[in-house]
């Protein structure tokens, strides 16, 4: 280099700091304007707000707009409307996100994961009895589904990358069929076969109607997972003399095993939060039972489910925060999900 | 003339003259043209490109070459605009058209873009879009209305070379060209808006030898109205149609400009040993 | 002289012993996967055939469903209202789906800094895995006071359009709240196949729009709303798919009725798997029968909408 000094870069393109604080000032201004709206007008509540602050930014846009072109005045409306329509796309998500954790917080405490329902009724005191009987009877029925149905459900992907055997078409227009059964119709049919023909619902009842959900689930993306493999690395394990068996077992599924796993917390979290089928073939309780072929068992679905329908104040707040415990387990499983499936990547 | 006014002078002029001697007659000190001041540009922390200063002289080919990663196409990139939708990129320097910094405050991209045309590499007609709707879509797209359309196809088709293949059937889907075909549509397309210089960055490099041969053609004929400014790989193709050559290189360093001057002194007798070099094929 | 042509020679693939033994298994593996699924298939369709055979057509468009616990007094089942209940209840959903979807994928694809781009795409991956109970119980107690004020302001500004018009003044519990809910539910499968669909568009035709000095809007219109066009028809026959057959998050909202309604804002509707959930419980063993019917009235629909989202969807995606 011939010693010249190098300049700052910068970055002429975008927006300078005084005109973010200004269209941040501008967009406060017309925010504490809505609420104003709010205050002396019949628009009401947050969606009023909301309203009244799209109608006061549609006519600053209008009022700004005259020294644009038509085409960029067009153009700053319609990302005024993209944006307001993404919000209201996001916001019940927030909300249910921000009622969920408020609404159930309160009720979270020592004794709602420690016992169950035995000698509480639900309008009780919120602080006895708890949700115990049903965090245990969803795991054993989830852990119950996964025994069965992972194997089978992994196995459905190997035959589908590895052996691409005569019914490879049939299998994936099943999988992909029967991904589409509502999970009622699920119930209904464990109903109709085991429940009412064994003795009633019960825990393993629950597991069969959830490891029918989980099968298509976990068969079609342990195939998607497979897929990822380079062929490349199959070839070089021929090109090293192996057998496709051994292959399959030492270089393949190695390479995917964190994907695999995350294949499984998946599909356990596809089916931990369902409930229309386990009222059918589960049922309910308020005690803590482990007994998975005899009498009914509670789950957090249900629990929440039924306390919903009682409608009394402490039973929604206990429904609040059992929703808050199924969202936790349904995060947490998703989240190790991701932290799990990123490896396979780097 | 501010730049910023540009987009203002096309709305009030309301069209844009089919007829192509409008251009001739405009004052000769708008085709000042282009000029590039001490230009960096930079990828995050990558400096992707140093203190380029270039001047590219009105109604020339201009042709850009260099080996991989010698920054030639960030530097094209730089002239309209372009680089800015990378999200990490940045920049410093001065890029003047007539004069005027097109990174100045207060200027309109979009209007530079519109002066400032580019071709890109593959072609890619709007898939959706009929032979006709491609050519004019640059005027939908840009808010210009226009009293003849009819003309306008036909002159833009004409001057891109693509007009007697197409004319019976301009209803067609611009996908059901061939490849050739296609550029030169992208051609005509990037022309109906009236460029002052168009910008190309490999054009031909995903066609076969004759629609190469088509596309260098029509560059040539382009050159006696506007400025172009093409990046390419092969340095045949530099020396078959550009008048100056720019040389670029990058010491594993950013890219910068080795040397720049009339592309028969560039081939025959350059001034650095590494443009010798390179042109005679001993490395890149 | 003429050369004789060449023999082509077959090749096989012999497995040896251990790989032989390996395949057996693994197809074992698949083959019960395949039987456990097509068996609940069969058996849907057995008894719904049955259904059938004994009510005809009655069953879809009867209106009355009662099963009769006196001998002599034949069953009746129609599970018309039902079916109508769900459909106007997934349209509902869907016509406010597909606009925010649409939204939600080009804010997140288009318009949002990149750090708030990461943010909402893993929101959206979230959201959808919240469970329908969720989104059930959410409706029931939160949204239901706004989506009552809307479902008013709708019937009194626009009562004289027939399915607006309301007899009661009860707007809680109606098909248009159930719809609200339900839309919330399905947004983010629909927005994340949408999102995904516009990030394959080639980079260069964005890029080509903006050298013709186009804006971001005109590139959008030009460029990136052709492109995914199938693929949001996909998702959003996907959503439908869902909706049709979403149970709790309905059965919390929404009032059942055994009624044909076209009203959307009264406080009274029909959804085919909620009646499946209501019913269940005291039914005789013939009325269990045509719950599985209907189920399978249900299964036959969302398996039709599936296979045409998912036919869409792997068209537009692949490449």
Request: glycine letters at 10%.
């Amino acid at each position: 280099m011939s010693g010249i000094s190098i300049p700052q870069p910068t970055r002429p393109w975008q927006r300078k700091r005084r005109e973010q604080i200004r269209s941040g000032a501008t967009f406060t201004a017309m925010a504490i304007l809505a609420f104003i709206v709010v205050l002396f007008t019949g628009f009401a509540g947050f969606d009023g707000w909301a309203i009244s602050l799209f109608i006061i930014s549609a006519i600053v846009l209008l009022i700004k707009g005259r020294k644009l072109s038509q085409k960029e005045r067009k153009n700053a409306f319609i990302q005024l409307l993209i944006a307001s329509a993404a919000t209201l796309a996001f916001l019940p998500w927030l909300s249910i996100f921000a009622s969920v954790a408020m609404k159930g917080i309160a009720g979270l405490r020592i004794n709602f994961i420690t016992s169950d329902m035995r000698t509480t009724v639900p309008d009780d005191e919120m602080n006895m009895g708890g949700a115990l009987h049903a965090i245990v009877g969803s795991f054993m029925m989830v852990i119950i589904a996964s025994i069965i149905t992972l194997p089978l459900g992994i196995l459905s992907g190997v035959y589908l990358t590895e052996i691409k055997g005569r019914f490879t078409f049939l299998v994936r227009f099943v999988v992909q069929s029967m991904s589409g059964v509502p999970s009622i119709v699920a119930g209904l049919f464990v109903f109709t076969t085991y429940v009412s023909a064994t003795h009633g619902p019960t825990a393993f009842g629950g597991a069969l109607a959830l490891g029918i959900l989980m099968l298509p689930t976990v068969a079609r993306t342990s195939e998607e997972v497979l897929k990822l493999v380079p062929d490349e690395l199959r070839s070089a394990g021929y090109a090293l003399g192996a057998r496709q068996w051994r292959t399959t077992l030492m270089v393949v599924l190695p390479t995917v095993r964190s994907g695999l796993t995350t294949v499984a917390v998946l599909g356990v979290a596809r089916v931990i939060g369902e409930t229309a089928p386990l009222l059918l073939t589960a049922g309910s309780s308020t005690a803590l039972r482990f007994n998975p072929i005899h009498g009914q068992i509670a789950s957090l679905p249900i629990y929440v489910f039924g306390l919903l329908q009682i409608g009394t104040e402490y039973a929604v707040n206990r429904a609040w925060t059992g929703a808050l415990v199924l969202m936790i387990f349904v995060f947490g499983l998703f989240i190790t999900a991701r932290k799990v499936g990123g490896k396979d990547k780097r | 003339m501010k730049a910023s006014t540009v987009s203002q002078r096309i709305e009030s002029e309301g069209k844009i003259m089919s007829n192509t001697s409008a251009v001739l007659e405009m004052p000769e000190q708008s085709f000042a043209g282009l000029e590039t001041r001490g230009v960096h540009a930079w990828f995050g922390n990558h400096h992707a490109l140093s203190d380029v200063s270039l001047q590219f002289p009105a109604r020339t080919v201009t042709g850009l070459i260099g080996p991989s990663g010698c920054g030639k196409s960030t530097f094209l990139r730089l002239l309209n605009r372009m680089h800015e939708f990378i999200p990490s990129a940045a920049m410093a320097g001065e890029v003047l058209l007539h004069g005027q910094d097109i990174y100045g405050e207060g200027v309109d991209a979009a209007a530079i873009r519109l002066k400032v045309g580019m071709v890109f590499q593959k072609p890619n007609p709007f898939p959706a879009m009929t032979i006709r709707e491609n050519v004019v879509s640059g005027l939908k797209l840009a808010h210009i209305k226009i009293d003849n359309e009819d003309d306008l196809v036909e002159n833009c088709l004409s001057r891109a070379g693509l007009w007697k293949e197409v004319k019976d059937r301009l209803n067609a889907s611009g996908g059901s060209l061939s490849g050739g075909q296609q550029q030169r549509l992208c051609i005509a397309r990037s022309l109906a808006v009236e460029p002052e210089v168009l910008l190309m960055d490999e054009p031909c490099s995903a066609l076969d030898p004759g629609s190469t041969l088509r596309i260098e053609e029509t560059i040539k004929e382009l050159a006696e109205k506007i400025t172009v400014v093409i990046v390419t790989h092969n340095m045949q193709q530099a020396s078959r149609v550009s008048d100056y050559c720019a040389f670029f290189l990058s010491d594993g360093g950013p890219g910068a400009l080795v040397e720049a001057d009339q592309t028969r002194k560039m081939f025959t007798n350059p001034n650095d040993s590494r443009t010798a070099d390179y042109v005679q094929g001993k490395f890149g | 002289m003429t050369i004789a042509p060449p023999i082509k020679r077959e090749m096989h693939v012999v497995h040896s012993r251990g790989d032989k033994v390996f395949r057996g298994i693994v197809t074992a593996g698949a083959m019960t996967s395949l039987i456990i699924l097509g068996l609940i298939g069969a058996f849907l369709f057995g008894r719904g055939a049955q259904v059938f055979s004994q009510y005809g057509l009655k069953f879809i468009t009867g209106t009355n469903w009662s099963a009769s616990t006196e001998p002599g007094i034949a069953n009746e089942f129609g599970m018309g209202p039902m079916l109508v209940g769900t459909i106007i209840v997934s349209i509902i959903a869907l016509t406010f789906t597909v606009p925010m979807s649409i939204a939600g994928a080009l804010f997140i694809e288009f318009y949002a800094q990149p750090r708030v781009k990461k943010i909402l795409t893993a929101l959206l991956d979230l959201a959808a895995a919240i469970p329908s109970l969720i989104f059930g119980l959410w409706g029931i107690q939160v949204f239901t006071n706004i989506g009552q004020r809307w479902a008013s302001l709708l019937g009194n500004r626009l009562g004289f359009i027939p399915i607006f018009n309301t007899i009661s003044d009860n707007y809680g519990r109606s098909p248009f709240v159930a719809g609200c809910v339900l839309a919330s539910l399905i947004v983010p499968i629909t927005t994340s196949v949408a999102r995904e669909v516009y990030s394959r568009t080639p980079r260069e035709l964005i890029d080509t729009c903006y050298a013709l000095g186009g804006t971001k809007w005109g590139a959008i219109k030009t460029v990136v709303l052709p492109f995914g066009k199938s693929g949001v028809v996909g998702g959003a026959m996907l959503g439908l798919g869902r909706a049709l057959g979403e149970t709790v998050a309905v059965y919390l909202v929404l009032n059942l009725n055994f009624r044909y309604t076209f009203k959307i804002l009264e406080s009274e509707g029909g959804n085919v798997a909620s009646l499946i959930a209501t019913r269940f419980g005291e039914a005789s063993t013939e009325e269990l029968t045509a719950l599985i019917a209907a189920g399978f009235v249900l299964f036959l629909m969302t398996l039709g909408v599936n296979m045409i989202a998912s036919a869409i969807v792997t068209r537009t995606t692949r490449t």
